[in-house]
């Protein structure tokens, strides 16, 4: 099949997919024109067509919001299997579709364990939904891809560096098949994002010098150890807290945000120098708090700060600055006085007010980006900007676990490899200590 020119590192060339492109010339306040940079025309639902049906693997609460977001997307779409590792989370997941869309996913086509994501694969579905805890994304993205199957699969892609080359390998193969991949990184999918996106790349805040990444929350949750199970069902039950699972939470999370820095600036850091420690969190073997100094090839440098604990100042949002300006890389721009010179315009509501959201929800228009791109025979492809970015993320982990600089380079080359090498239910043979910067970093045993 005929490999696609576009740069994998474009944007607008790979966003094309979700519809018509119009490009568009914005003017600054002198009377020279900016570079052109278009953006996808979003469509509000994907286009009518032939049924697609859709399997998800990992039947938790992401994975049966994504089977939800999708039956949303557009007309003739169709869950028809379903796998996780535990039948209570097939069962809910399976009652939720029918409750919400009316569909009944077959009995026969709900599937559990270990091996149930590949009884997914060869279900006879066309999409595969993948939800499951991130260490197990590598070897069903490939398994998908083997099966020439198109995917929307949950951020991050991976947890540790074996993987992200795994993934790197696995969407360059996706190209060349012509098979379309969305990655949940949905801000690259909010209409607000994009245009904001738009303008910074005609130039309106001029050359980018910095700046802030912040994924400042609470407590996500967590489960105690049931007496009835085994060490391996209450680590994967209690996923968001152990660090071979979800890749601790500067990679599970705020993956989104380092996401952005990468996107907006079209680059990844080169190196990392963090620092993180753990004060309240109450299981697993994670962080609950990481600042990290990223430093670009070209010098700039962006700060990093993720933060899961109750009771402090939260932000979930990104700041960049440039020569002429800053942005809050969603909606708002400003000049280096301080002054607004651009604003996306919301919708209105009934009342003629801005609504101050987006008209699709970005959860949603994922998912309709997904279907146009099959249905139209543009291929989408974002797996490897999200394994990128998702190793960049790795990267400030190891960095603040370790207390030394990290490179890029360094993690293309590492053979770390998270988790156990024996899937069983019982006792799961991997250190469990929680890192302390300055000495050995040992994951494994």
């Known amino acids: 099949m005929k490999k696609s020119s576009i740069s994998r590192r474009d944007f607008f060339g ?11 010339i914005i003017t600054g306040c002198s009377s020279q024109p900016r570079k052109v940079v278009a953006v996808p025309n979003f469509l509000d639902q994907a286009p009518d067509g032939a049924v697609l049906k859709a399997g998800v693997i990992g039947c938790g609460g992401r994975g049966t919001g994504a089977a939800i977001n999708f039956l949303s997307a557009g007309p003739n ?10 039948k209570d989370r097939v069962d ?22 270990f091996d149930a994501y590949q009884k997914v694969i060869d279900s006879g579905v066309d999409i595969v939904i993948l939800a499951t805890p ?20 949950e951020k991050p892609v991976c947890v540790d560096p074996v993987g992200a080359r795994s993934v790197m390998a696995t969407a360059k193969k996706a190209e ?12 690259r999918h909010q209409r607000d994002y ?6 910074v790349q005609q130039g309106i805040i001029g050359e980018l010098t910095g700046g802030n990444v912040w994924w400042n929350g609470g407590k996500l949750w967590h489960r105690d150890k049931n007496p009835d199970w085994t060490e391996m069902e209450w680590m994967i039950r209690d996923w968001v807290n152990w660090t071979w699972l979800s890749g ?16 907006f600036t079209g680059k990844h850091p080169v190196k990392a120098v963090g620092m993180g420690s753990r004060l309240r969190r109450v299981t697993g073997d994670q962080y609950d708090n990481f600042s990290v100094d990223y430093t670009f090839e070209n010098g700039t440098h962006i700060h990093s700060m993720c933060r899961q604990i109750n009771g402090c100042a939260n932000n979930v949002s990104e700041r960049l600055q440039g020569t002429k300006g800053s942005t809050n890389c969603q909606n708002s721009i400003l000049s280096l006085d301080g002054e607004e010179i651009w604003k996306y315009e919301y919708p209105l509501d009934k009342d003629q007010k801005p609504t101050n959201t987006v008209s699709v929800d970005p959860y949603v228009q994922e998912h309709i980006d997904l279907v146009t791109a099959i ?8 797996l490897e900007n999200t394994a990128i970015s998702t190793m960049v993320a790795i990267m400030g982990r190891v960095s603040a676990y370790t207390g030394k600089e990290t490179t890029y380079e360094e993690m293309m080359n590492s053979d770390l490899k998270l988790g156990p090498k024996v899937f069983v239910f019982g006792p799961v043979d991997i250190p469990k200590e929680v890192p302390i910067a300055g000495l050995p970093y040992v994951p494994q045993a």
């Open 92 to 113: 809910n997941c399976r009652e939720r579709i029918l409750q919400e869309k009316g569909q009944e996913v077959p009995a026969e086509n709900c599937f559990v364990g």
């Open 248 to 263: 601790d939470h500067i990679v599970e999370q705020h993956v989104h945000n380092l996401d952005v820095a990468n996107w």
């Open 194 to 199: 994009v245009a904001t996106w738009q303008q």
């Open 176 to 187: 060349g098949l012509e098979l379309s991949i969305v990655t949940g990184t949905q801000r």
């Open 77 to 86: 779409l169709q869950v028809t299997a379903l796998a996780d590792t535990f």
């Open 14 to 24: 790979k966003a094309a997919a979700a519809g018509i492109v119009l490009p568009t």
């Open 134 to 153: 991130p260490f197990f994304r590598p070897e069903h993205l490939a398994a998908a891809v083997q099966a020439r199957k198109h995917i929307f699969s």
């Open 375 to 382: 249905r139209t025979g543009k291929p989408f492809n974002e």
